[in-house]
């Protein structure tokens, strides 16, 4: 293999299984590999809002002229943006050398996808020469292959039913396995507003230093600005993140609790905190592009991210028509996902997605049917995100507005050309 694509190609077929949740395989590699972060590491898990999270981290601490590296996943178009090196993606030429190096040091290991290319990408940061590491777990937390990296502080961000085969049907199960992440007497920021007891039983059970949204930190605003405050610090008069959406108020807070908690070791200026909420960018985070009908398109995925968007959608004003394309896994509790948005939206437009995982848009288009009260609603079937759009912006009004949601894949197959490309092709100026 010499390409990046080769190497990916590779991993795919390199397990058994897709999913195989556990450390010890890829321990072994790490170790043989001589893998560590000689820098401060904050690790972020949750359901949701660990994207917006990260990427607030990175703008800020930017801002305060500090080297950063940050690993995200899945990626929306090109894999190289799962590693960011000082507020770059890393090359693809920088890659497939350090998926080299993986398959160098692990002989007879079976290693997944997402195994594989933690191993690469840690590799990546190590050799940085990095001040600050920001890791966002793929999946739970006790058994992610992130969580080889012991990390200086930890963010649990919103918890909610995602992935209940593997980690478990309701939040308390769910928020033991995110727990996994903490290390005792290390700082946890945990911004859900209302944490499962099984998170703060075991923040007391390890011995680390449990930081509660409400109790040790907190935001107040008003129509023009917002303000925080910590257990020793305070913020007042800011401007709004530029991330879309009121979630973003509560991923922000966990932010700036998180940077209290290590301003021993990596202190940042309030000009370095305004400065960075206001710049940050993530694409398909309630994301809107401009023209004419409006296009909204945001990963929203399960019942709790699609009823955030189904808030915010609410809070941008009156549109004659609501046209909503949708691609999403089959394992996803559909649904209430369905209950949720079903009264903002007048016409659909499902998609298949290119993943064995993905449910095929007759059987999105046949839950819709099985649930749906209203009468005045129409849908189509389509084979691939862009189709599907292209048939929305076809139908819609210039007064309209069109939301893509439901997976990364969704989201990520429209944003294929860019951004620019796709307002030129699609969007009347």
């Given at each position: 293999?010499?390409?990046?694509q080769?190497?990916l190609?590779?991993?795919?077929?390199l397990?058994?299984?897709?999913?195989?949740?556990g450390?010890?395989?890829v321990?072994?590699?790490?170790?043989?590999?001589?893998?560590?972060?000689?820098?401060p590491?904050?690790?972020?898990?949750?359901?949701?809002?660990?994207?917006?999270?990260?990427?607030m981290l990175?703008?800020v601490?930017?801002?305060?002229?500090?080297?950063t590296?940050?690993?995200?996943?899945?990626h929306?178009?090109?894999?190289?943006?799962?590693?960011r090196?000082?507020?770059?993606?890393?090359?693809?030429?920088?890659?497939?050398?350090?998926?080299a190096?993986?398959?160098?040091a692990?002989?007879?290991?079976?290693?997944t996808?997402f195994?594989?290319?933690t191993?690469?990408?840690?590799r990546?940061?190590?050799?940085a020469?990095?001040d600050?590491?920001?890791?966002?777990?793929?999946?739970?937390?006790?058994?992610?292959?992130?969580?080889?990296?012991?990390?200086?502080?930890?963010?649990?961000t919103?918890?909610?039913?995602?992935?209940?085969?593997?980690?478990?049907h309701?939040?308390e199960?769910?928020?033991?396995?995110?727990?996994?992440?903490?290390?005792?007497?290390?700082?946890?920021?945990?911004?859900?507003p209302?944490a499962?007891q099984?998170?703060?039983?075991?923040?007391?059970?390890?011995?680390?230093?449990?930081?509660?949204?409400?109790r040790?930190?907190?935001?107040?605003?008003?129509?023009?600005?917002?303000?925080?405050a910590?257990?020793?610090?305070?913020y007042?008069?800011m401007?709004?993140p530029?991330?879309?959406?009121a979630?973003?108020?509560?991923n922000?807070?966990?932010v700036?609790?998180?940077?209290?908690?290590?301003?021993q070791?990596?202190?940042?200026?309030?000009?370095?905190?305004?400065?960075?909420?206001?710049?940050?960018?993530?694409?398909?985070?309630?994301?809107?592009v401009?023209?004419?009908?409006?296009?909204?398109?945001?990963?929203?995925?399960?019942?709790?991210?699609?009823?955030?968007?189904a808030v915010?959608?609410?809070?941008?004003?009156f549109?004659?028509?609501t046209?909503?394309?949708?691609?999403a896994m089959?394992?996803?509790?559909?649904?209430p996902m369905?209950?949720r948005?079903?009264?903002?939206?007048?016409?659909?437009?499902?998609?298949?997605?290119?993943?064995?995982r993905?449910?095929?848009?007759?059987d999105?288009?046949?839950?819709?049917?099985?649930?749906?009260?209203r009468?005045?609603?129409?849908?189509?079937?389509?084979?691939e995100?862009?189709?599907?759009?292209?048939?929305a912006?076809?139908?819609?009004d210039?007064?309209?507005?069109?939301?893509?949601?439901?997976?990364?894949?969704?989201?990520?197959?429209?944003?294929?050309?860019?951004?620019?490309r796709?307002?030129?092709?699609?969007?009347?100026?």
């Amino acid at each position: 293999m010499k390409t990046l694509q080769q190497w990916l190609d590779w991993c795919e077929q390199l397990h058994p299984v897709a999913i195989d949740m556990g450390l010890e395989r890829v321990k072994v590699v790490s170790d043989r590999m001589n893998l560590r972060l000689d820098c401060p590491v904050i690790t972020v898990a949750g359901t949701n809002g660990k994207g917006s999270t990260c990427a607030m981290l990175e703008a800020v601490l930017l801002q305060a002229g500090y080297r950063t590296g940050v690993y995200t996943s899945p990626h929306l178009v090109h894999f190289e943006e799962r590693c960011r090196l000082h507020g770059e993606s890393a090359s693809a030429e920088v890659f497939a050398e350090a998926f080299a190096a993986v398959e160098a040091a692990r002989g007879d290991v079976s290693l997944t996808y997402f195994e594989f290319s933690t191993l690469a990408i840690l590799r990546l940061m190590a050799q940085a020469e990095l001040d600050v590491a920001i890791l966002e777990v793929g999946m739970g937390g006790r058994l992610d292959a992130v969580n080889i990296i012991d990390a200086d502080c930890t963010i649990i961000t919103s918890i909610d039913i995602d992935h209940a085969a593997i980690l478990g049907h309701d939040r308390e199960t769910i928020g033991r396995e995110k727990a996994g992440v903490m290390r005792p007497g290390r700082p946890v920021i945990v911004s859900d507003p209302v944490a499962p007891q099984s998170v703060i039983d075991h923040a007391a059970a390890i011995g680390a230093e449990l930081w509660l949204f409400g109790r040790d930190f907190n935001y107040s605003g008003d129509k023009q600005q917002w303000a925080w405050a910590g257990r020793d610090r305070r913020y007042s008069g800011m401007a709004y993140p530029a991330l879309r959406g009121a979630n973003q108020l509560i991923n922000a807070s966990g932010v700036l609790a998180a940077l209290e908690s290590l301003r021993q070791r990596i202190p940042v200026t309030a000009q370095a905190v305004r400065n960075g909420m206001a710049m940050v960018e993530l694409p398909g985070r309630f994301q809107i592009v401009p023209g004419q009908p409006v296009l909204v398109l945001d990963v929203a995925h399960n019942p709790h991210s699609v009823a955030a968007l189904a808030v915010n959608l609410d809070a941008m004003g009156f549109y004659p028509t609501t046209h909503a394309v949708l691609g999403a896994m089959a394992d996803k509790d559909l649904l209430p996902m369905f209950q949720r948005i079903n009264p903002l939206v007048d016409r659909w437009y499902f998609t298949d997605l290119p993943l064995p995982r993905a449910a095929r848009a007759t059987d999105l288009q046949q839950i819709w049917h099985g649930q749906n009260a209203r009468t005045d609603t129409a849908s189509s079937v389509h084979t691939e995100p862009m189709q599907a759009l292209s048939a929305a912006i076809a139908a819609a009004d210039p007064a309209d507005r069109i939301i893509v949601f439901g997976s990364f894949h969704t989201v990520g197959g429209v944003l294929t050309d860019g951004i620019p490309r796709l307002q030129a092709k699609h969007l009347s100026p």
